[in-house]
């Protein structure tokens, strides 16, 4: 691919990244590897494949959302180290 050093300045820059003359020597072998791949990507017919948005045909994999009985306060703080009679008492974090 040409104009690689011009195509990672430009990358570099919109991903704020510095380099030096070193780091730039050693990136830019393995950056056209990159670009050539994604060139050769490019030149895939994908004309009769239809976009999709999920790898599986499986449409909800959820399960289904019933109302059901819920733990009680007391069963709740039970094993807490520190509460009231309806919150968990945590260290204060803010002043």
Same mark, same amino acid.
């Given at each position: 691919?040409?104009n690689t050093k011009e195509i990672i300045d430009h990358v570099s820059k919109l991903a704020h990244l510095e380099f030096s003359e070193d780091e730039l020597?050693? @990136?830019?072998?393995?950056? =056209?590897?990159?670009?050539?791949?994604?060139?050769?990507? =490019? +030149? @895939?017919?994908?004309?009769? $494949?239809?976009?999709?948005? #999920? *790898?599986? &045909?499986?449409?909800? *994999?959820?399960?289904?959302?019933? /109302?059901?009985? =819920?733990? =009680? $306060?007391? &069963?709740?703080?039970? !094993?807490?180290?520190? #509460? !009231? &009679?309806?919150?968990? +008492? /945590?260290? +204060? *974090?803010? &002043?």
């Amino acid at each position: 691919m040409e104009n690689t050093k011009e195509i990672i300045d430009h990358v570099s820059k919109l991903a704020h990244l510095e380099f030096s003359e070193d780091e730039l020597k050693a @990136i830019t072998p393995q950056f =056209s590897k990159i670009l050539d791949y994604i060139d050769e990507l =490019s +030149k @895939i017919d994908l004309q009769d $494949v239809e976009p999709m948005t #999920h *790898v599986l &045909d499986e449409t909800n *994999v959820m399960r289904e959302d019933l /109302v059901k009985e =819920s733990i =009680s $306060v007391k &069963d709740a703080l039970k !094993n807490a180290p520190k #509460h !009231n &009679d309806i919150f968990f +008492k /945590v260290p +204060k *974090v803010f &002043d």
